[in-house]
């Protein structure tokens, strides 16, 4: 080939290649706006809606279960969330009368399954009241203590949790926080008063553990942000002040607050003194709650300019109330966490007892350690609620999803805490505030006497430190259950606790009707 024609050749294999190129481009490019098309095309609200009935309280309820996608949207109408829920509604003439419950459990990085198959929903697993475990396979029976008979139920997974997702490209860290969960959380709140039209029924949330900090949260932003109005808040063993929580050598305040718990767990396992044992359960914590305060928190406060005397017999009481020996508690300078307690209580049977709930126990594979393994309470629940779920979620409420129904996750971690920097997470001067605004705002909060992860006197102790005036403490309400974290699984503590609660709705939003 001569140089002209190869030059001529070399010219028009350059032009093909970069024709070729520029329309290889442009078919990536439109590939790409297609596919983000159909992206965003895809995720748009899904309710899969199906009729039910059961009885409560020897009443037949008909009632609408629906499970769906809810998907949050920035002003510019952008996805950025996809939020899964069940709401369980009652057909009535009058929506405005009828009151609605946003319930949802905490973590952070939980479903809402625990309250939604453990307590409130149409539906729950019956776990043995002996705090055995449950032998698989496991099923669902009705719920004749839900509460669908007053109230509607919304139940929330946050995002990452259940099936909700952050939208595409959206950083999950923009959900991961105390303030962006709130923000979170309190827009599909609004999203969804808004779409299904319950802007004016009477308005209640209820929140587990870390969604009692999440509770406290909302009372202030739904008020603050929308400018929306509760009836009442609902706090199932719940974490507000994380300072009642965080054990350390500076800090005394959890030693005080978990041993009248301790004295409740070692009181169940039959740990206590002759004379100690015969007392009802509600006298021997009285009696621990006297000593944390008077006694054990000003010895805890001194520390190590303690005297000698004092020393020796504040340790005698507390052996005395936490079926540990003397010399343990000295060795351990008086100062007891969670995790040494639930070693050491049963150690010579080669047990542990759970966080969860006290009354669950465990074998480690070896008795010399200073903590559990695992806990014990957990490992009886998770199984259970999971396999149930996710079999009733496609069987019975016709909702398909190929991923995992994230029951509990760590992927919300890191979680920002950023609000509280330099202090402890402490969100009850948020509800204090929300409760002065408002004279209508009533608080229910229900504690489990074997809840070893956010004990009753450490909600109590929040409480007494809220700063609520005479007047505004009228609306407060506290009961106390024989049973753990998930007092409800307790089945004599399930029923108590809808007692209670239909005297509390009756009071928070006396004048609606089903």
Known sequence: MDPMNWKCFASLLVLFFLSTQVNADDTSASKDKAAAEKTNDELTDKFVSTEHSFSVAGETIDYTATAGRLVMQTDDLDPKAEVFFVSYTRKTDDVTKRPITFCFNGGPGSSSVWLHLGMLGPKIIRFPDDASFLRPPYHLDENHQSLLDITDLVFIDPVSTGYSRPAKDVNKSEFHGYNEDVRSVGQFIHDYTTIFERWLSPKV???????????????????????????????????????????????????????????????????????????????????????????????????????????????????????????????????????????????????????????????????????????????????????????????????????????????????????????????SETLRGAMAANPSLKLFVACGYFDLATPHFAMEYTIDHMGLSPERSKNLTIKHYEGGHMMYIHEPSLKQLRKDLVEFYDDAVGHATN
């Open 205 to 427: 949330i209820l929140g587990e553990s870390y969604g009692g900090l999440r509770v406290a949260g909302l009372s202030g932003y739904l008020r603050d942000h929308y400018k929306m109005e509760l009836n009442g808040a609902v706090v199932i063993s719940g974490a507000i002040n994380f300072q009642t929580l965080r054990f350390s050598p500076s800090n005394d305040v959890p030693d005080v607050c978990f041993l009248p718990t301790y004295t409740a767990t070692a009181y169940y396992h039959k740990q206590l003194d002759d004379e100690l044992q015969s007392l009802p359960l509600a006298e021997v914590v009285a009696q621990s709650e006297k000593f944390a305060y008077r006694q054990y928190a000003p010895a805890l406060l001194k520390g190590t300019s303690i005297g000698k005397k004092e020393r020796q017999r504040v340790a005698k009481e507390l052996a005395r109330l936490t079926g540990l020996s003397e010399d343990y508690l000295l060795s351990s300078n008086l100062k007891l966490s969670m995790q040494r307690f639930g070693k050491e209580l049963l150690r010579d049977e080669g047990l542990t007892v759970g966080r969860f709930d006290g009354r669950y126990t465990s074998i480690d594979r070896d008795s010399a350690g200073e903590t559990p393994e695992f806990d014990a309470s957990g490992a009886a629940i998770f199984g259970p609620f999971t396999a149930c779920l996710n079999d009733y979620m496609h069987r019975e409420l016709n909702y398909k999803d190929r991923r995992v129904y994230e029951i509990l996750t760590g992927n919300v971690h890191p979680w920002s805490y950023k609000p509280f920097e330099g202090r402890y997470v402490d969100a």
